[in-house]
């Protein structure tokens, strides 16, 4: 079965520290995968992806996020975090349907000053 | 570039009461998305348009949500009647049709059902 988890509900990280936020997929043939940020009362905002090539990727707000294709993972990480990246973040891969996109539950990333 | 519009931000309704919810994608986005969002839960699909065309409505419950995208830009999504379990936030999203997954959202609408 197509899936993808988020194994922790909440990350707390005092402003500064690195920031990793985990995300474990389950999809057959190669995985397209994203990472969406959320923040309160507001819609979805694409942050990066993965479809093919280097297995670290950049984006948005200087967030990047590593693929192991070894351990069906696609973690989200900043080196130092800022106290505006408190949000909800959402992991997302592409399922079989071309344009089906598999959510996992959302981490809520809480970055202490 | 102007983004995804949606409105009404927030409706707060009584049960049995029909609602509707607005949205503007993108300028040139042919594929449109409505999605559900409970609180703290990630998106569910409701349907998704290529232009005019509902290409995938398996998720809509059919017997009280309705949606058109009558001249394949706006869609409106109608729930008819209202029950309690609807209150939620609902996602309006538009993508370039890339196949690539990126796809752009609106603010969303928040439903309350008394």
């Known amino acids: 079965a197509q899936s993808v988890a988020q194994p922790e509900d909440q990350v707390n990280v005092a402003e500064g520290n690195p920031l990793t936020v985990k995300c474990t997929y389950s999809v057959s043939g190669n995985p397209y995968l994203f990472w969406y940020v959320q923040y309160p009362n507001r819609g979805l905002q694409f942050l990066l992806k993965y479809i093919t090539g280097d297995n670290l990727v950049k984006g948005s707000y200087g967030f990047e996020a590593e693929f192991n294709k070894s351990q069906t993972s696609f973690h989200l990480k900043k080196p130092s975090a800022l106290v505006s990246d408190s949000a909800l973040y959402f992991c997302?891969?592409?399922?079989?349907?071309?344009?089906?996109?598999?959510w996992g539950a959302g981490t809520k990333l809480i970055i202490k000053p | 570039e102007a983004g995804v519009v949606q409105s009404p931000r927030y409706k707060i309704i009584e049960k049995k009461q029909p609602v509707a919810f607005w949205c503007n994608p993108i300028?040139?986005?042919?594929?449109l998305y409505w999605y559900l969002q409970n609180l703290g839960q990630g998106p569910e699909l409701l349907i998704r348009?290529?232009?005019?065309?509902?290409?995938?409505d398996s998720q809509l419950p059919k017997d009280r949500f309705s949606a058109e995208r009558l001249k394949g830009v706006d869609s409106t999504l109608k729930i008819q009647p209202a029950e309690l379990g609807d209150s939620a936030v609902y996602l309006c999203a538009s993508s370039s049709g890339e196949n690539t997954g990126e796809l752009f959202f609106g603010e969303g609408s928040r439903l309350t059902v008394l």
């Open positions: 348009y290529e232009n005019e065309e509902a290409v995938d």
């Open positions: 997302a891969v592409r399922g079989s349907r071309r344009y089906q996109l598999i």
């Open positions: 300028s040139g986005h042919n594929t």
